[in-house]
């Protein structure tokens, strides 16, 4: 192969397979479920990464099922966005998602930065109740539960909601280990439509885990839950700021390791 060939037709990896296929990114009868709760501030500090700003001491989480994506097939996610503002315009910074499907995992991953892990996640209805689970392998992490359906909300409003911008920390190493790539990425939500919008009592169980630290947001008091049915476009991402940028301390292989290690 050609290094012209290598240069042009580089999408994703692998070179001659890639994982997932180019956008669009369309998404039908996209089904959320989030409940959104009161946490402590102090963690929140912990893991919003400068220049975002927190603007209250909440976590929306999320169960999404997606049974219908271009290029990514039918799957189950979950995990934790936090309201934030960024230079004064508001949105939500994605802290961790857990999925069951490798192509939206590493094109999450690779393209805008999600905060993407493989885990069993599920959004179903048993009887009366909407109900949302994540399993990290064996291990329960996370169970949230809502009424089915008690009150329809304004879809309209909902909508506008959806296209508001979000925030991901996008970190890709360099082959030594140093970051060689570590940026603010904003996207959007584009072309949506709900179809659907309710509300209900809800609750949240979020549980210790090493490696999915869901709990170390905990749960101090469920504020309100709502259950969308939405068709919707995968927007792609735009930098806002660059944290290699001329004037950024850039850390050495050791630094970068032992910070991590840290974290």
């Known amino acids: 192969m050609k290094h012209e060939t290598v240069r042009t037709s580089s999408f994703a990896m692998p070179l001659t397979s890639p994982a997932f296929p180019p956008g669009p990114y369309r998404f039908v009868n996209r089904e959320y479920f989030i409940i959104q709760y009161r946490t402590d501030p102090e963690a929140l500090r912990r893991v919003v990464p400068e220049p975002l700003e927190l603007t209250e001491a909440v976590v929306n989480y999320e169960f999404i099922r997606m049974p219908d994506s271009t290029g990514f097939g039918d799957y189950t996610e979950s995990g934790q966005v936090i309201p934030v503002a960024y230079k004064g315009q508001l949105g939500g910074f994605t802290h961790q998602m857990f999925l069951n499907d490798h192509p939206p995992i590493a094109g999450g991953r690779e393209l805008w930065g999600f905060p993407k892990k493989l885990a069993q996640p599920k959004l179903e209805v048993e009887i009366d109740t909407l109900v949302g689970s994540l399993n990290y392998g064996s291990v329960r992490i996370a169970t949230g539960t809502m009424g089915y359906k008690h009150r329809a909300l304004d879809i309209a409003a909902e909508a506008r909601k959806l296209a508001a911008p979000n925030f991901l920390l996008k970190i890709i190493p360099h082959v030594d280990g140093t970051p060689r790539i570590c940026e603010l990425v904003r996207y959007h939500l584009e072309d949506i439509t709900v179809k659907g919008a309710w509300s209900g009592p ?62």
């Open 202 to 263: 809800a609750a949240l169980d979020l549980y210790s885990h090493a490696l999915a630290p869901v709990a170390e947001l905990p749960v101090l008091q469920v504020l309100s839950a709502k259950h969308i049915i939405a068709d919707l476009t995968l927007g792609l991402g735009a930098v806002v700021h660059d944290y290699l940028a001329a004037g950024q301390a850039t850390p050495q292989r050791g630094e970068a390791l032992t910070a991590a290690n840290a974290g």
